[in-house]
């Protein structure tokens, strides 16, 4: 059973930046491209970016460039996205989720870290 | 960037019943790909169809996907308890993906 690990929360203060971690157990770094996607309470989802683990390609949503990084580690199996200049505005539940290689639909996902920025 | 606008907002509707929900794209979706996503209070997403019209792994055969271009629809044939949630469209053919703003399915 393929499966993705997120922590389940952080608190951080206006300013900072935040490290979200991402672990895949199985085989899954051969066979999905990993999406990070954001939920603020109450609203809706919103995709943050795409990073391939075995090429380490990344690409961005245009209004998270220049504050997000999304990185890998292969032996490990995990994939990170760093965030940063935080505002309350980021207050959101992170998701990563697998895009599937094949039909590239996001067929499974983590169960999401809680981000709380606040003074 | 693809605008996906899902319709109704909310869908209240009794066990049983039939449910219709739809998602419209500002452009054509590329390739047709299109999913939707069922969400249920405090969990993650769920994938129920990829490709406009398949059923993603151990989904059952109430839901369909149906639609081509622009337009596109879920339907639930007949609504079990635990289909009452928030479901979102999205599509994944054109960067950057983007979703749809949900329909929540309520009991009447």
């Known amino acids: 059973q393929v499966q993705l690990v997120q922590p389940g929360a952080e608190v951080k203060k206006p300013g900072a930046s935040v490290r979200l971690s991402c672990k895949a157990s199985?085989?899954?770094?051969?066979?999905?491209?990993m999406h990070w996607v954001r939920q603020a309470p109450g609203q809706g989802l919103e995709w943050m970016g795409i990073?391939?683990?075995?090429?380490?390609?990344?690409n961005y949503a245009q209004r998270f460039q220049g504050r997000v990084t999304m990185t890998r580690d292969t032996s490990t199996s995990t994939v990170y996205m760093d965030l940063s200049s935080l505002t309350s505005e980021d207050t959101a539940v992170y998701y990563c989720?697998?895009?599937?290689?094949?039909?590239?639909?996001?067929?499974?996902w983590g169960q999401g870290t809680m981000v709380t920025v606040s003074s | 960037e693809i605008v996906l606008t899902q319709s109704p907002g909310t869908l209240s509707l009794s066990p049983g019943e039939r449910a219709t929900l739809s998602c419209r794209a500002n452009?054509?979706?590329?390739?047709?790909?299109l999913a939707w996503y069922q969400q249920r209070p405090g969990q993650a997403p769920r994938l129920l169809i990829y490709?406009?019209?398949s059923r993603a792994t151990g989904i059952p055969d109430r839901f369909s996907g149906s639609g081509s271009g622009t337009d596109f629809t879920l339907t639930i044939s007949r609504l079990e308890p635990e289909d009452f949630a928030v479901y979102f469209c999205?599509?994944?053919?054109?960067?950057?993906?983007?979703f749809g703003g949900g329909t929540r399915v309520g009991i009447k």
């Open positions: 490709g406009a019209s």
């Open positions: 989720a697998g895009g599937n290689v094949l039909t590239e639909a996001f067929d499974i």
């Open positions: 199985g085989n899954t770094f051969s066979t999905y491209y």
């Open positions: 452009e054509s979706v590329s390739g047709g790909y």
């Open positions: 990073i391939n683990p075995t090429a380490g390609y990344t």
């Open positions: 999205q599509q994944y053919g054109t960067s950057p993906v983007t």
